[in-house]
């Protein structure tokens, strides 16, 4: 029984339906062309550069440039921060040096070493968001420039995956399987 069960839906899924045809993609002209200019994906990697998400606006990719602008304003803000808190645990050690015991830190932080542990720690994380902002202006630059090279690739419906049944009467047999087609 799960045998027919699953020869019926295979053999279901087996046949060519035939419906309406759906409408031809328009290309707009301004996509033709960027499609066969081969300067296209260095163009958009310089306006990259240039200014982040230009690249991606340049090719027709603009709901890109949202996240590029999160990625490299995420960095900064990680940068600006950490440096903020840098400088107030620097200022309060500089300030301890000096001989005055009112900062901020008094409470909470009674040895000067540990001061200079956490401006180490916000150096640190400072640096690190400095290298996030380099890696996502390049990832940048990077994402435009790829993505103009796959705008020039041909993508065409030659290309099909379709579901096989082939019996055997001899044999009482079935096979099942998978078609790839590729049309030349």
């Given amino acids: 029984m799960k045998n027919n069960l699953f020869l019926f839906f295979f053999l279901l899924l087996?046949?060519?339906?035939?419906g309406q045809k759906l409408p031809e993609k328009k290309i707009s002209e301004r996509k033709k062309l960027l499609i066969e200019d081969p300067l296209t994906p260095s163009r958009a990697a310089f306006y990259s550069a240039v200014l982040p998400g230009l690249g991606q606006i340049y090719i027709g990719k603009t709901w890109k440039v949202p996240f590029v602008y999160g990625a490299i304003g995420a960095s900064v803000y990680g940068y600006v921060y950490n440096q903020k808190e840098m400088g107030r645990y620097r200022t309060a050690y500089k300030r301890r040096l000096a001989g005055f015991q009112d900062d901020e830190f008094k409470t909470l932080i009674p040895d000067n070493s540990k001061?200079?542990?956490?401006?180490?720690?916000?150096?640190s994380y400072r640096d690190m968001s400095f290298l996030f902002i380099l890696?996502?202006?390049?990832?940048?630059?990077?994402?435009?420039?790829?993505s103009a090279h796959l705008m020039q690739f041909n993508v065409k419906d030659n290309l099909s995956l379709k579901p096989h049944f082939e019996s055997d009467f001899l044999t009482n047999e079935s096979n099942y399987?998978?078609?790839v087609l590729v049309k030349l």
């Fill in 115 to 123: 001061l200079i542990e956490g401006m180490k720690f916000h150096k």
């Fill in 14 to 18: 087996s046949f060519n339906l035939l």
């Fill in 177 to 179: 399987g998978v078609k």
């Fill in 135 to 146: 890696g996502t202006y390049m990832l940048n630059i990077l994402d435009a420039n790829v």
